[in-house]
């Protein structure tokens, strides 16, 4: 069975084509997981498995629109038991508010690649990166692992709900990435691309996280990820997730405002 559909406008570039497979069910309640294969990143092609356990005759599954958790296309499956849905989407969009796979990296924002069963959002579920290029990384806000077993290679995310896998962006590729020190709960910084320095991306960070820990008496984390895109073909912008904040810039790197004041209300030094 097959399916192709547009997207709006930041989607248009997504068609997915889906096929379903049924095998028998477990007895007990089993975690939604998902499979996202890289195999050929020059196509910007992102090959998706999603395993639905404990189907009891159908299941109806969605697409988000964009990062916001409702109905944008809806499928309704009939079976029992394990469910499988396999289908490719096509992303190679610049900026936090996509996703993009190249021969670079991958940057993915899971609501625009993964589907979800609306009467579950509030299930565990893993996602699963297995044999990425040789040299590439991963990195995400959401809790990870990375396990090598025979020449086999793999990334693993896990969250608590669908809604807080989809609030992770997760980079995939070559980077660099580093803490910030002396701070409490622990920040961490992904850098992809070129055109920056990294005293200078420690220092801003740095001072912008001393500012808002102290206005907000705290932080509502345990960890918190950067994930920066900066140089030729970054694309612009920034959006913040719950544990994290993508940002992507083309030019290069700063933050500086105007004469006496930075992005968020930070004072300037």
Request: aromatic residues 12%.
């Amino acid at each position: 069975m097959t399916f192709t559909s547009a997207r709006s406008r930041l989607l248009s570039a997504a068609c997915l084509c889906l096929f379903f497979s049924l095998t028998f069910s477990a007895t007990t309640r089993a975690t939604i997981q998902y499979e996202v294969h890289l195999d050929h990143p020059e196509k910007h092609l992102f090959q998706v498995t999603m395993t639905i356990p404990d189907v009891p005759g159908e299941v109806l599954v969605r697409m988000p629109a964009w990062n916001a958790l409702y109905q944008k296309e809806t499928w309704r499956i009939k079976g029992t038991g394990i469910i499988k849905i396999s289908y490719s989407t096509y992303w190679d969009e610049a900026g936090p508010f996509a996703s993009q796979l190249n021969a670079e990296h991958a940057f993915i924002n899971p609501a625009m690649i993964l589907f979800y069963v609306p009467e579950r959002r509030s299930e565990n579920v893993k996602l699963s990166i297995p044999n990425p290029p040789d040299d590439w990384r991963a990195e995400s806000s959401s809790s990870g692992a990375f396990e090598s077993m025979g020449g086999a290679r793999s990334f693993f995310f896990e969250a608590p709900s669908y809604d807080a896998l989809a609030d992770g962006p997760i980079e995939v590729g070559k980077f660099e990435e580093f803490q910030l020190t002396g701070l409490r709960p622990a920040v961490w910084v992904v850098v992809h691309g070129d055109n920056w320095k990294k005293k200078q991306v420690e220092g801003d960070l740095k001072r912008i996280c001393q500012y808002e820990l102290k206005l907000m008496e705290g932080a509502p984390f345990e960890r918190y990820t950067f994930i920066l895109h900066v140089g030729k073909g970054a694309g612009g912008g920034g959006m913040e997730h719950a544990n994290s904040t993508a940002m992507h810039r083309w030019i290069p790197w700063t933050i500086r405002g105007s004469n006496t004041v930075a992005p968020f209300g930070l004072p300037k030094a």
